[in-house]
């Protein structure tokens, strides 16, 4: 496979996104579960022989990294030409980057739900709900966000931008707990964002 053939198959392959581990946010494909599994296999070689050596923890991982993307093949735990599956996550989030950053979740990789917490304690969030509340009270059409609204929005997405990286993928889902986790305008907010941010 060539590095043209591989960014083929890894940008028309449909990724998953891995809701039960949102504090590590990646998507994953399986390889039983695809049609053309001579791609798979291809793929996988590829990152095999031309990737380089990194960790996750204390597992030694082989990655490629391409457009801004980190690709892996898993589980780990298995001989390279055994894993069954396919992942990737945003480069900035890998355990390498966010160890550098100092940024590694402290609950290390486990399952979990997407804490919004940090996001809806946020004082710059929580200015922007009632902003926005106030906002759909007043009897005038909204305008336009004005430059110091757009620019407090930025903040708040630039601030928490790996929960704003996985809450489109678990809102599509229909994830229950985020819905559980916020109140209706908080919704609203968290969801105007996201709209802002793409």
Same mark, same amino acid.
């Given at each position: ?5 591989? $960014? ?5 392959? =449909? ?13 994953? *494909? ?7 599994? &001579? @791609? !798979?296999?291809?793929? =996988?070689?590829? *990152?095999?022989?031309?990737? !380089?050596? @990194? ?13 801004? /993307?980190? !690709? /892996? ?20 989030? +890998? ?6 950053? @100092? ?12 804490? $919004?917490?940090?996001? $809806? ?6 200015? &922007? ?27 708040? $997405?630039?601030?928490?931008?790996? +929960?704003?990286?996985?809450l489109p993928h678990l809102l599509e889902l229909d994830e229950q707990s985020i819905r559980e ?8 907010? &968290?969801?105007? &964002? ?5």
């Amino acid at each position: 496979m060539t590095e043209e053939g591989f $960014l083929e198959y890894v940008t028309t392959v =449909r990724w998953r996104f891995a809701k039960s581990v949102p504090n590590w946010p990646h998507f994953y *494909i399986v390889e039983e579960e695809l049609e053309d599994q &001579l @791609g !798979y296999a291809a793929t =996988r070689a590829f *990152i095999r022989d031309h990737g !380089y050596d @990194g960790n996750f923890f204390d597992m030694n991982v082989r990655y490629r990294d391409a457009d801004g /993307w980190t !690709y /892996w093949a898993s589980p780990l735990a298995e001989p390279f030409e055994s894993r069954y599956m396919l992942n990737r996550c945003r480069t900035e989030y +890998t355990w390498d980057a966010l160890s550098k950053a @100092g940024k590694l979740p402290p609950e290390g990789f486990q399952a979990q739900h997407l804490s $919004l917490s940090p996001v $809806l304690e946020d004082p710059e969030f929580q200015s &922007l709900v009632r902003d926005r509340d106030a906002e759909d009270h007043a009897s005038v059409d909204s305008e336009a966000p004005n430059a110091e609204m757009t620019e407090r929005q930025r903040n708040v $997405l630039h601030r928490h931008g790996k +929960t704003f990286h996985c809450l489109p993928h678990l809102l599509e889902l229909d994830e229950q707990s985020i819905r559980e986790q916020c109140l209706d305008e908080e919704l609203k907010q &968290l969801q105007s &964002l996201l709209l802002s941010g793409r």
